[in-house]
T-cell receptor, first 110, second 116 residues
Framework: GQNIDQPTEMTATEGAIVQINCTYQTSGFNGLFWYQQHAGEAPTFLSYNVLDGLEEKGRFSSFLSRSKGYSYLLLKELQMKDSASYLCAVLDNYGQNFVFGPGTRLSVLP | NAGVTQTPKFQVLKTGQSMTLQCAQDMNHEYMSWYRQDPGMGLRLIHYSVGAGITDQGEVPNGYNVSRSTTEDFPLRLLSAAPSQTSVYFC???????????????FGSGTQLSVL
């Protein structure tokens, strides 16, 4: 079976750092992706991890531990425009389809 | 570059009506898929295709049909709409895997469907 968990909602202050966690239990694993989705819009790709460790992309970093079934997305120097939902997705054991978590809605306050 | 084009943006149906959601991509992507997004449940895969003439079921295929006669188009058909199909629908595509490299999904802008 497939099970991906994320916190439902988080709140942070402009300029701060926030960490959004994702835990997964899936029958196979071929990579973990993070997507950003603003309200009423389509998801857009942020980053992905295949191997353990940290991937950095500007203000965004993503970490993966395959042995723990755990990932996090780190957002630094938060801006108001970062208010959005963040979706964690695991690529299945055939490397074909994504299984998405429920998403974490982040609110950035001034 | 248009990317993934999805129509219509909004649709209201009565129970029992049928309709087709259109999806087209101009990136020559092999893989195309349809998801539905419901509050608190994330994106769930309905159907997918790995190339023209090939389709397969995802997690929640009941009540939906798809076809892939060309690389560009992947329409989703609701055969007899039910209130449980009220949702936001997203079409998404990506390239096939090349040399083990993972390819991200590109999403259409979504269709908000209400079934009364």
């Amino acid at each position: 079976g497939q099970n991906i968990d994320q916190p439902t909602e988080m709140t942070a202050t402009e300029g701060a750092i926030v960490q959004i966690n994702c835990t997964y239990q899936t029958s196979g694993f071929n990579g973990l992706f993070w997507y950003q989705q603003h309200a009423g819009e389509a998801p857009t790709f942020l980053s992905y991890n295949v191997l353990d460790g940290l991937e950095e992309k500007g203000r965004f970093s993503s970490f993966l531990s395959r042995s723990k079934g755990y990932s996090y997305l780190l957002l630094k120097e938060l801006q108001m425009k970062d208010s959005a939902s963040y979706l964690c997705a695991v690529l299945d054991n055939y490397g074909q389809n994504f299984v998405f978590g429920p998403g974490t809605r982040l609110s950035v306050l001034p | 570059n248009a990317g993934v084009t999805q129509t219509p943006k909004f649709q209201v149906l009565k129970t029992g009506q049928s309709m087709t959601l259109q999806c087209a991509q101009d990136m020559n992507h092999e893989y195309m898929s349809w998801y539905r997004q419901d509050p608190g449940m994330g994106l769930r895969l309905i159907h997918y295709s790995v190339g023209a003439g090939i389709t397969d079921q995802g997690e929640v295929p009941n009540g939906y049909n798809v076809s892939r006669s060309t690389t560009e188009d992947f329409p989703l058909r609701l055969l007899s709409a039910a209130p449980s199909q009220t949702s936001v629908y997203f079409c998404a595509s990506r390239r096939g895997r090349v040399g083990g490299r993972l390819e991200k999904l590109f999403f259409g802008s979504g269709t908000q469907l209400s079934v009364l």
